[in-house]
């Protein structure tokens, strides 16, 4: 089988379920395991590369409003390439080269051709997709034991807890958690405030946010690594609303690598289960 992953997440998946020699192309952004860094690239950004959050959010509103992809998609490799299943989504056109870009891309390929979309909201959502590739690529028994893994350590780390948490998906504009991370607080135990679990996050306002005054900040823009994250953690603090927080004048911030642990609907999601429960427990010996 020749699988083209089109989703950073589902390349971990399809390398953690043992699909891996299978998998023939990959995205630009595709760079977990190391492994995937070595496969043919079919695609890339279009737009500039930039730093600050408000700009990449001006620059993706004014595309998304043109009709402008972010992302361009090299159709004569993927020909090259001719696989056998594809895995794109629709749940995103900021976070992946869209559907119809793909769809139109597949004319061109074998009619047989299996598009597999994957549009995960929950982490049942994302366990359900690491049986389906398995499933798919041949390799159930792995899947199973991969997701049975996955579910003994979430049930390790399972905490019921009350601490008021506040996940910015993204700083300028300030974003709401959406889809699974909710869930990944309560479970690691927190108290998600102004979160839209199972749902697209949503922009926020810092008289809303203020108003909640968060016992604790996860700050994780989706796409940002750890350095990138710091940096617009940095620019906070010109927002008045950011510095009169708790939560902030307390310390209570946590700067995560968002693009490895929390974008990605993948296996990562249970590591950054476990990373928040331990600076949970951090905090309470700390308040303790």
Excluded at 3 to 9: E, M, N, R, W
């Amino acid at each position: 089988m020749r699988i083209v992953s089109l989703l950073p997440s589902a390349t971990e998946i399809l390398f953690a379920i043992g699909a891996g020699d299978d998998v023939v192309g990959v995205t630009h952004e595709c760079d977990y395991p190391p492994r995937a860094l070595g496969l043919p690239a079919v695609t890339c950004s279009s737009g500039p590369s930039l730093d600050d959050p408000g700009e990449i959010d001006r620059h993706v509103r004014t595309a998304v409003h043109a009709g402008s992809s972010l992302y361009a998609l090299d159709a004569a490799l993927l020909e090259r390439l001719a696989p056998d299943v594809i895995v794109t989504q629709e749940l995103c056109p900021v976070c992946a080269v869209s559907y119809e870009a793909v769809g139109r891309a597949a004319t061109r390929l074998r009619s047989d051709l299996r598009i597999i979309s994957l549009e995960p909201a929950s982490i049942e959502d994302v366990l359900a997709n690491v049986e389906l590739l398995g499933d798919v690529t041949g390799r159930p028994r792995s899947a199973r034991g991969v997701v049975a893994e996955l579910r003994s350590r979430i049930e390790r780390v399972r905490t019921r807890g009350d601490v008021r948490t506040l996940v910015l998906e993204w700083t300028d504009p300030p974003m709401s958690a959406g889809h699974w991370i909710p869930e990944l607080v309560e479970l690691a135990g927190g108290a998600p405030i102004l979160a839209h679990p199972g749902a697209n996050s949503q922009r926020l306002e810092w008289d809303a946010i203020a108003a909640g005054d968060p016992e604790a900040v996860i700050v994780a823009p989706c796409g940002f690594d750890l350095e990138k994250t710091k940096r617009a953690i940095a620019r906070l603090d010109g927002v008045a609303a950011w510095r009169s927080l708790v939560a902030r004048r307390r310390g209570r911030i946590l700067a995560m690598d968002g693009n490895a642990y929390l974008s990605r609907p993948g296996p990562r999601l249970v590591d950054a289960c476990e990373l928040i429960a331990q600076w949970y427990t951090g905090m309470a010996e700390y308040a303790g």
